[in-house]
């Protein structure tokens, strides 16, 4: 009888394992369900983990390994796009590219430290990547947070394009996205989303890396869940066993629907601008979706990932309790060669920022 039940237990852990896999291949907009199991695909990996050491060790039953044994070769690609090792190589003619969702530099200081926008300009002065791409990004004309101007000076970057979303106080406070180059920049441009997405967008610069060669970058900030300070009690509340109610769950579950719609046609948006440009292209930023997800599918397509060229671990991009969250990206055409791929585990924004080094050819 027990051993019946386990049997059901682990097909229902299995085909769960097989839609988080798969999930990367349904557009939310049409069953958004899968693509919250994809979240899930490192934990249901683990508990299918846990049933092949169940069924060899405690009930010696060889032939119900193959329940989980085969929903996890059928979903291994997903596996390895969120875990790798590998060794860095470093040539001399790599191009450095950082990206970083620096939460305004702590504009509301919500690490309650108020020496953490000094310590985020120190990070950035003390790495001096080629090419910088900052999502929620904030600057004032006139104020302290001068942010474009302490930028420039203290890194020397003679070029930039900041991609305006918002702005207050006659456009003296400003959000949105920018990207610095010590490169010249030859164009720019925004893809705006819909009139709701404020804070979200994605800007591209081509630029001149070398003389008469040039390479497309993509910075990138997609839907934002939006939840709420209420909403993170509850889900800490869940954590740790205590009352929750149907109400508070329905109001997240509905937030996560909007938020994975949104970014798959957001994602649609941006690829198909990019594969409107014929030469080489970055696409890079906080695409608040992880590597089991149909945005990152979307995106990466045709694309190299270049934390499954040269990262090593998780990768985790996203400062909470969880180790498996790599939400932020770097993917490149096949002809970059990815020599090195970095996370910085400093918890100045509630984003790590990641850098890699190019060799564009």
Not at 16 to 25: K, R
Request: aromatic residues 16%; glycine residues 4%; positive net charge.
């Amino acid at each position: 009888m027990v051993r019946s039940l386990f049997v059901y237990i682990n097909i229902f852990l299995a085909i769960l394992l097989l839609l988080s896999g798969w999930s990367i291949y349904l557009n939310p907009t049409t069953f958004w369900l899968p693509a919250l199991l994809g979240l899930g695909y490192p934990f249901l990996l683990v508990l299918n983990l846990a049933f092949i050491f169940i069924w060899l060790f405690l009930f010696k039953r060889k032939k119900a390994v193959f329940i989980s044994f085969i929903s996890i070769i059928l979903t291994w690609s997903s596996f390895t796009s969120i875990f790798n090792i590998s060794a860095a190589a470093r040539s001399a003619g790599d191009v450095s590219l950082m990206t970083w969702n620096v939460k305004n530099f702590d504009l509301y200081n919500w690490s309650e430290n108020e020496e953490t926008h000094e310590l985020m300009m120190q990070l950035l002065e003390q790495e001096k990547p080629d090419i910088l791409c900052i999502q929620e990004f904030y600057t004032e004309t006139k104020g302290k947070f001068k942010n474009i101007k302490e930028i420039k000076q203290r890194l020397g970057y003679k070029y930039y394009y900041f991609g305006e979303t918002f702005s207050v106080k006659n456009g003296t406070k400003k959000w949105g996205l920018v990207t610095f180059s010590k490169f010249p920049i030859k164009d720019h441009g925004i893809i705006s989303f819909d009139s709701g997405a404020r804070l979200n967008a994605c800007i591209f610069t081509d630029i001149e890396y070398k003389k008469d060669s040039l390479v497309r970058v993509y910075n990138t900030h997609l839907q934002s869940l939006h939840l709420a300070d209420e909403d993170y009690k509850y889900l800490s509340e869940i954590k740790e066993d205590k009352k929750t109610d149907l109400e508070s769950s329905k109001k997240i579950l509905k937030k996560l629907k909007a938020g994975f719609e949104k970014r798959s046609t957001q994602a649609e948006k941006i690829k198909a601008h990019a594969n409107s440009f014929e030469g080489k292209k970055i696409i890079c930023g906080d695409f608040n979706d992880t590597p089991t997800s149909y945005t990152h599918q979307v995106l990466s397509k045709g694309l190299c990932d270049a934390f499954k060229e040269k990262g090593v671990g998780f990768g985790k991009t996203l400062v909470n309790p969880s180790p498996f969250f790599r939400i932020d990206f770097i993917l490149a055409t096949p002809c970059i060669d990815v020599n090195s791929y970095e996370t910085f585990s400093k918890k100045y924004s509630d984003h790590y920022p990641v850098k890699a080094f190019l060799e564009l050819n």
